[in-house]
């Protein structure tokens, strides 16, 4: 086991995560029992996803930002060792020891995932049940930085060659690993990256990276790669927290110019988990200001507001370079509700 420590684990079994091998976590998000017991879908049904059939999971608890909005315990929560210190020092060699392979971390989500959905038998629709026990979507995003898991190409393939689609949401510090994606042509479904806080002072306040002077260095690197051109969809994630984040529009639209993603999409903070103790509950933006934020955005970038959710406090841009609708999952659209949450 390379988990940090046994008060982490603790903390973390506490919050309902299923911990497995050595640094694979799984989790259910509050959309796969409102989709199962209220016919209520998250905001990923724009793109076609059944919230339901959904996996929420990271090969890796380790992350090399410590975001004051992030609902995740850091370390320095609970006065613990920063987990990417024994990460940058390890020997690269050595990573097997810290990290499961691609088929154990499937193994351990796909029966983490079972564990979680077991119980809800009784109360639901069969066929629903056995549909949410047969998942088709995987989210790297639970908690820590999915690429720096070592394998994350070998991971999107062996997860494509089940049928699955993939979505990644990476904070952009580490270029090399979206390179190794591009070189070994092993592409996720969608890519998000989250756009940081812009302007140096306000991105080290935000994001507080371990690794303070090349931090936003590489995520202008993973920018101008994509921008380049990638032969997957892409998201410019922006989250933001009003008094902290939510501001100057023309710093976020000069980095979507560079990145050129598929879709923006513009993500209030939600106050919960351990954001809970390091902001107050009125950084939550409503959802008229993400609105309102969103269409200065599309003044200053070309792109068109074309969803919106308000339970979810989000909305989508898109410059229609890709259908929102996934192509391979055009099928799902009837089958999801229509309506904003």
Known sequence: MSFSDQKMQNLLKKQKYQLYGKNTSVKKCRWTHNALRENRYCYKRFYGIRSHQCIQFSPTLICNFSCQFCWRIHERDIDLPDMYDSYRNRDKDKLELMFDRPKEVIKGILLGQKRIICGYKPFVDLEKYNEAMNPKHATLSLTGEPFLYPWIPELINELKALGMTVFIVTNGSVPETLLEILEKTSFPTQLYVTLPAPGE????????????????????????????????RTVGRLTVAEGLNLVDPEGYAKMISVMKPSFIEVKGV??????EKRLPRSVMPSHKKIVSFSLELEKLTGYKLVKQSQVSRLVILTNNSYPLLIPELQSNADLLPNEDD
């Open 270 to 275: 939600v106050h919960v988990g351990a954001a």
């Open 201 to 232: 002072k306000l991105f080290l306040r935000t994001h507080r990276p371990a690794e303070k002077l090349s931090a936003m260095r590489k995520i202008w690197s993973t920018l101008e790669i994509i921008g380049a051109g990638v032969p997957f």
